[in-house]
């Protein structure tokens, strides 16, 4: 008797095993965790209900899931607090230059909240949600049965949006993740709620609470810096840090305007260049005029267009009169509190992207040692400016040679 008792327990404990949705926590989530379950009827037919849970702190505004490799034309599951100790949960198409609006398709994801859902006293909300039609969505699909699919997740910390409109509008997200998920480590015997028992899904219950957890099943993609951020970056910093500040040196060292302008027209082509880059991904992650650092890099950047023609204008100035107008100095402090402006906004582009502090380390300290250079570059143009008015005191003034004009400073 002993032994069909302990043969039943095995046999059952394999099912359970073998029959469990899948859990995970993204490391970055702190403290978000997603389950995914797909009844073997849905699996074997390719259509039917699928079964996820979405659980954070009540300390979240709101959590989303998603079926899709990136935002544009995903299929996203919203879920917020609805301000009566419950949730909210919102179909939504992910869309490329927008925050995702509410679904009203024909294809929109049918999705029904389930009992376990709401509020807890622990601190915690979660939503467990069945959907019907999850198979596929206007911009993609997937197979219930697949060993890989696509997935996202987002979510933003903050106070709660306390409503029980589907279409509440939100705030940017703080964090992503992309995963992809083999469904069939997702399979669970019934077509009913899995997460009543034991919490979060059947078998591998790894959601509780701690980032970072999850069961089999699930591989975590990048969610670093694409190369489109790489290059942007890369191209501002340079530029503003370093080659438009070099540049700048050329006439008060060399008096060589035509190297000052060539080297500053070209880097003015290289920074509508990065511009182009970091509009195309602000636009792609609707981060555009929503943030410190995408709107003073527009107002930098367009009032950056006036300095080639205020350059323009102070050499002609200076050919004609042989001595610095008001024009001149336009020009002069106009270029450099933008640099400086662009420097600033370099460092807010590093904290938006959160890259490790080593690479703002090295980013102020590269900043500090052109800063350091350009004032020492300033401070012995001066000296040498008043050593010759001196000398020219002493010897009487001469007449300008044509050496003088072709050099717009003095």
């Known amino acids: 008797m002993q032994l069909k008792d302990s043969i039943a327990t095995a046999v059952a ?26 009844p073997r009827s849905s699996a074997s037919s390719g259509s039917g209900t699928i079964y996820m849970q979405i659980k954070a702190p009540a300390s979240f505004s709101w959590v989303a899931l998603g079926t899709g490799s ?6 996203i599951f919203l879920v917020y607090q609805d301000g009566r100790g419950n949730i909210t949960v919102s179909p939504r198409r992910g869309t490329r230059y927008t925050q995702p609006q509410l679904d009203t398709s024909s294809t929109a994801a049918r999705l ?21 039609n999850c198979q596929s969505w206007n911009g993609g699909s997937m197979g219930l049965a697949d060993t890989q699919t696509s997935w996202i997740g987002a979510w933003a910390e903050g106070s709660s949006l306390a409503t029980t409109n589907q279409n509440a509008g939100i705030r940017r997200h703080d964090d992503t993740s992309v995963f992809a998920l083999d469904l069939s480590k997702a399979a669970i015997p019934s077509d009913s709620n899995p997460f009543l028992t034991g919490g979060s899904g059947s078998g591998n219950d790894n959601t509780g609470g701690s980032s970072g957890g999850s069961s089999g099943g699930v591989s975590f993609g990048s969610t670093g810096p694409s190369s489109l951020v790489l290059a942007h970056g890369a191209i501002m910093a340079i ?18 305007w035509k190297v000052h302008g060539g080297a500053q027209v ?17 636009k792609d992650r609707s981060m555009l005029f929503n943030n410190a650092h995408t709107t003073l890099g527009v107002i930098v950047v367009c009032l950056l267009i006036l300095q080639p023609f205020l350059g323009y204008a102070h050499h002609m100035h200076y050919v004609k009169h042989q001595r610095r107008g008001l024009v001149s100095y336009v020009h002069i402090i106009w270029g450099q509190s933008l640099i400086v402006l662009g420097i600033v906004n370099g460092g807010l582009g590093l ?3 959160g890259v490790p502090g080593n690479f703002i380390i090295a980013y102020v300290v590269v900043a500090a040692v052109i800063f350091v250079l350009y004032a020492a570059v300033k401070v012995f143009t001066m000296f040498r ?10 010897i009487g003034p001469s007449p300008p040679t044509s050496a003088d004009r072709r050099r717009p400073y003095p």
């Open 266 to 282: 070209f880097n003015f082509i290289l920074m509508w260049v990065g511009f182009a880059l970091g509009i195309t991904v602000a």
């Open 351 to 353: 904290r938006l992207t």
């Open 112 to 132: 029904q909240l389930l009992a376990g859902s709401g509020v807890s006293s622990d601190g915690s909300m979660t939503a467990n949600i069945a959907c019907s």
């Open 70 to 75: 990136g935002m544009a034309s995903s299929n």
């Open 239 to 256: 530029l503003f840090v370093i080659l438009y500040p070099l540049a700048s040196m050329v006439m008060p060292l060399f008096g060589k």
């Open 385 to 394: 400016a008043k050593r010759r008015s001196q000398s020219g005191d002493k």
């Open 13 to 38: 404990l394999m099912s359970t095993m073998a029959s469990a949705s899948i859990n995970l926590c993204p490391p970055n989530g702190k403290g978000v965790c997603y389950s995914v379950g797909v």
